[in-house]
């Protein structure tokens, strides 16, 4: 039976007092004492392997793209490896750097080698057949298995269908930092992981984590382009804007 009354359209915002309420869960959450971080000295040291490891060119790019046969190795024509991977990879890390460990470049350049650093939660059989990249978060510690969903605060998703050899360089570079650095990571209660996708959690996390540790070399003056928490209409301040900025290197 056809209708011609239509169906009401979604309002754009809540009304203010929902919002504000919203706003005041999201500042409550990124200063909970229960909630796993890491300190500030591990989250800066984080910092500097991101960057490192992208200088290292013999080291290959996680690249969040499930759907192109995770844990192979795809040659870039810049000669850089790449390989698509889930979000075990940033899993991987935060989990690291939650517990306190620094890891050194070498001692990644090791764990890859050994093909210790999961690339997926679990690899279908078709993918096994052809994956150079075979670990899995099994036998990890993965945070899904103690309740907690691992959200980023810049969106990490490639919205292209563009092959990932075909993408530019620094585009595949920018993915990468903002993919395995602990300092756009926090951790939500899984049964509540909605939460970590709305633009106010990404807001009060975001400037929490810069709170937590930035050296002036991270301080990137202007806004950033690169995604959600960039937004005028959250009101950040410029220091939680800089902060985001995670296209800058040392």
Known sequence: M???RGFPYASKSLQPEMAELVRQLARLWAVEPTRPRPTGVVIEHWDRLVDAWLIERSMPLYVRKSANDRGSVIRHPSG???????????QWAFTLAVRGERPSLEDVRRLI??????????LKQREKSIATHTCTLKGHMNPNAYGWKVAHIEPVGLSNRTPLSELREDTLQQHFRKLMT???????PIRYAGLGELP????AISAEQCDLGTSDQRKIS???SLGICD???????DRARMCAHFSGAY
């Not at 698509?84 to 990879?89: A, Y």
């Not at 602990?182 to 939500?188: G, K, S, Y």
């Open 2 to 4: 056809n209708d011609d």
């Open 80 to 90: 850089r490896d790449i390989v698509p991977t889930d979000n075990s990879p940033a």
């Open 113 to 122: 080698k050994e093909d210790q650093v999961p690339v997926a939660m679990i």
């Open 182 to 188: 602990p300092r756009n990571m926090f951790a939500i």
């Open 200 to 203: 106010e959690f990404c807001e």
């Open 222 to 224: 202007g806004v950033s």
């Open 231 to 237: 937004q005028s209409s959250l009101g950040m301040n």
